[in-house]
């Protein structure tokens, strides 16, 4: 079983700063793109930041600028570093990645729990 867990999550004000982390285990062959969505209340999940196995990089327009996504493959681990966060960035944060557990199995998507989110004065 692979399993995705993330961290980091809290209250900050606005204009503040969060990093949150994830953390893939379990039986892993491969992982290949990895990402992180948001869900805000009453809105859809949405895209935050994905990044390839080669660590190419794409983000939303709304946080291209403040937020930076990274990953350490040695590890099977993956950061977003938020900042200059505004009310508009509270939201539960889901990791994804889609990983090979066998050389000969198709990779799957998987998720994470979610860590809450919340900008606030």
């Known amino acids: 079983q692979v399993q995705l867990v993330e961290s980091g999550g809290g209250v900050v004000q606005p204009g503040g700063s969060l990093r949150l982390s994830c953390v893939a285990s379990?039986?892993?062959?491969?992982?290949?793109?990895m990402g992180w969505y948001r869900q805000a209340p009453g809105k859809e999940r949405e895209l935050v930041a994905s990044i390839t196995s080669t660590s190419e990089t794409n983000y939303a327009d709304s946080v291209k600028g403040r937020f930076t996504i990274s990953r350490d493959n040695g590890k099977n681990t993956m950061a977003l570093q938020m900042i200059s966060l505004t009310p508009g960035d509270t939201a539960v944060y889901y990791c994804n990645a889609r990983i090979k557990t066998r050389s000969y199995i198709a990779e799957m998507e998987y998720w994470g729990e979610g860590t809450r989110v919340t900008v606030s004065p």
């Open positions: 379990g039986r892993i062959f491969s992982i290949n793109t």
